[in-house]
């Protein structure tokens, strides 16, 4: 248990810090299986507009470090030629 003031401090961020990732990174996860969702049920075009709305949202859960840059910009490819591989 925290001790001193600063640790208590310390242990109340953690925790507010841990919740505002788990709630970013699970609207990251959400819009990328939309996408993905999308691309199965072969609708290009909801596909494109989902794809859309999910590229920020990866983007920021990239700068906010709670995902490897690298791998926002493999979803983000990945993704993209899917689509653009649809017929």
Do not use: F
Request: glycine fraction near 4%; hydrophobic fraction near 35%.
């Amino acid at each position: 248990m925290a001790n001193s003031a600063q640790a208590r401090k310390r242990a109340r961020q953690a925790e507010r810090h841990r919740q505002n990732n788990a709630s970013r990174r699970s609207a990251m996860r959400t819009s990328v299986k939309r996408v993905i969702k999308l691309i199965r049920a072969g609708d290009k075009e909801e596909a494109t507009a989902a794809y859309r709305q999910m590229a920020p949202v990866v983007d920021r859960a990239s700068n906010k470090g709670l995902i490897h840059p690298n791998k926002a910009a493999r979803h983000k490819s990945r993704l993209n030629a899917q689509i653009k591989a649809m017929g």
